[in-house]
């Protein structure tokens, strides 16, 4: 069996002001069919070796096409999509013919004139191959489920975990699924039910934790195939986003619906049950004060460039500074100037450093600070399922109240605490760790902290999804009314 393969992933934050171009892929590597070769331990490189490895254990063969992936900011430039689109149908004209496609996308990918990038895609590539070969693809739980992407595939699954400790799991259900039917041993049918909610849904806590596992119980039984809750990603203002569940069953639509249908209902009785808990800055500071010995973990949510944000607002490192709070590291600033600065001053030299600030409103002001330079390192990275991200040249400068920041110069958001522990810190001996991410953080640093707080800062990404200033999806959701059903 031939199956062609392709990835491309990038969620688009509709309010964020700076488009993303093609410089905000090749910060990732922009890779030509070798992405699993030259590229084995990034995110798409991982992806595509696993592809390889699954079909090489049943006997296929795997035609890898082109594999891009950018940092969330802005509408994609057209022109980009439409040429990464166009490489990847071109290979696929290349490759024919072909008994099964799987591609590894994102589902939030917004460009110019484009509301639905993915669902833009498949239907390209359903034009190619046809109605007979089967058509699988991998989606991140942030995506707008379309319906152009249901009639254009066969399978869509999408990662169950927030944060995403699944990707490769997900992966090898869209692989064994997308193959059996080539193989003609299943006949999928998918219905969606859209839930008419729009929010954040933490599934390492109760009682996300709990439905994720009656999802996964559903799945093998009674001709279900595969489960998917898609939370959609709230600051995409197009006329599909929110969340949605969808059903995959073998041949009997009724089922589908009606497994789909019952999920729905569970998710909206304990909706108010899964609202994120959010102190302001001041109140989470105090709890953190408060600490018995091991680090309290603050998540800066709005500052997360995993959702668009700039990725250097200082509402929170102000408020620490000015409460003369001690023994508190902060991270990651992305803040080119600052880097460079400290650069050609070298290790060791204390100075007079302004931090962040500087990307616009949602940022704060930026702040002057006496500090001292204490690492510097040319490719500071971190790393999440086994994958590496960078950071790009790093500093880690520390004030006299031992406030230690990390500052880089690439946009991304803090998961791991390799993005401390790589320049020198030792997190242990912290009694605060401030990190810019909503929730990918949660599995790196939650085994090492007393609590985990999350912060009600200002910024780019607000939780009060009620005010998000849609302008294209529908105003009748919830939290915004309280029964989008009613009418």
Not at 27 to 49: C, E, H, K
Not at 221 to 240: A, I, R, T
Request: hydrophobic share 40%; proline share 5%; glycine share 10%.
């Amino acid at each position: 069996m031939k199956i062609f393969a392709a990835a491309l992933l990038t969620e688009t934050n509709t309010f964020a002001p700076s488009p993303t171009g093609l410089d905000g892929f090749a910060a990732y590597g922009i890779f030509r069919g070798n992405a699993s070769r030259v590229a084995p331990d990034t995110m798409l490189g991982t992806a595509l070796r696993e592809l390889h490895s699954l079909a090489n254990t049943d006997g296929h063969e795997v035609v890898e096409s082109l594999a891009a992936m950018a940092q969330p900011s802005g509408r994609t430039v057209r022109q980009v999509y439409e040429r990464f689109r166009d490489e990847i149908l071109e290979d696929l004209r290349a490759s024919l013919p072909v008994d099964a496609v799987v591609l590894v996308l994102h589902g939030a990918m917004v460009a110019e004139d484009c509301d639905d990038c993915e669902g833009d895609l498949i239907a390209n590539v359903r034009r190619i191959v046809g109605e007979g070969i089967p058509i699988g693809v991998e989606l991140d739980l942030h995506c707008h489920f379309t319906e152009k992407m249901r009639v254009s595939a066969d399978i869509i699954v999408c990662y169950k975990e927030y944060p995403h400790t699944d990707v490769i799991d997900r992966l090898r259900e869209v692989y064994a699924l997308t193959t059996s039917v080539a193989k003609g041993e299943v006949r999928p049918v998918t219905a969606v039910c859209d839930c008419r909610m729009v929010g954040v849904w933490h599934t390492t806590k109760e009682p996300m934790a709990g439905f994720v596992k009656r999802m996964q119980a559903l799945e093998g039984k009674n001709g279900v195939l595969s489960v998917s809750f898609g939370h959609g990603f709230p600051w995409g203002d197009v006329p599909d986003s929110g969340a949605k569940v969808w059903v995959i069953a073998n041949g009997d639509e009724d089922r589908a619906r009606g497994v789909a249908e019952q999920l729905f209902h569970e998710l909206w009785d304990m909706r108010e049950a899964t609202r994120p808990a959010e102190l302001s800055i001041d109140g989470a500071l105090d709890k953190a004060e408060a600490g018995n010995g091991l680090p309290v973990v603050l998540a800066d949510v709005a500052d997360n460039p995993g959702g668009g944000a700039p990725c250097d607002s200082t509402f929170i490192l102000q408020r620490l500074v000015s409460r003369g709070i001690r023994n508190a590291a902060l991270g990651c600033f992305y803040d080119i100037g600052a880097v460079q600065v400290c650069r050609e001053a070298g290790v060791g030299t204390r100075l007079t450093l302004r931090v962040g600030g500087k990307l616009g409103k949602s940022s704060g002001d930026p702040i002057d600070l006496k500090v001292t330079v204490r690492a510097l390192k040319d490719d500071h990275h971190q790393t999440m399922n086994g994958a590496l991200f960078d950071f790009g040249a790093a500093a880690w400068v520390s004030t006299d109240d031992d406030v230690d920041i990390v500052l880089v110069s690439r946009r991304e958001q803090t998961f791991s605490p390799t993005a401390f522990t790589g320049v020198g810190i030792d997190l242990a001996k912290k009694n605060i760790v401030v990190v810019k991410s909503t929730q990918h953080f949660h599995a790196g640093f939650a085994p090492i902290a007393h609590e985990v707080i999350y912060v009600s800062a200002p910024g780019a990404i607000t939780l009060d999804f009620a005010s998000i200033p849609y302008q294209f999806r529908n105003k009748r959701y919830w939290p915004r009314v309280e029964n989008p059903f009613s009418m």
